[in-house]
């Protein structure tokens, strides 16, 4: 662990290593959230205009997101929620605990949005379109917030380096 943390006089020591790798860290995550974003106000914006006729193109981009925030996850637990929760303070275990519980549960919750209509039909497009709006608010919403609490955790990470 010691040849990944930053020594010098001129950096403070992180748990993430120096700043360049925290700052490597946040634009990483902010990559990921941007583009889960971008992709949710596309099938809103068809949606929201009741294209009906875009069915199979929203499968498609559902299935894209499905794959996007499952990379998201991995990168995020294994690379920033993981490393505080093994070598963090008390607090900062219990908020990074808590950042992945949430996670998992968001990640329940799409997965069995994206269950639940991987095979829409025309017939089911009211019930669907209700769902799909409410869903990408509260993806929206999680993301959003918890990319600022990421980057909390890089901001401080320099308090609880060992």
Known sequence: MSELLDRSADAPVSLFGPAAARDALRGESRFYVARALCML???HALVAADR???IALLGQQS???AVHLG???RFKHGRIFDPVVEHGPASS???ARTMKFDCFQLGETFTAYHARWRH???PEWSSYRADMIATTDLLRTSLEAE???IHQLLLI???YAR
Request: a positive charge; hydrophobic letters at 40%; glycine letters at 0%.
């Open 41 to 43: 106000r596309r099938a």
């Open 71 to 73: 990379r998201y996850q």
């Open 63 to 65: 299935d894209r997101l």
């Open 52 to 54: 009906v006729d875009t």
């Open 147 to 149: 990319l600022r609490a």
């Open 120 to 122: 829409l039909r025309a």
């Open 157 to 159: 990470s320099t308090l």
């Open 93 to 95: 275990r219990i908020v």
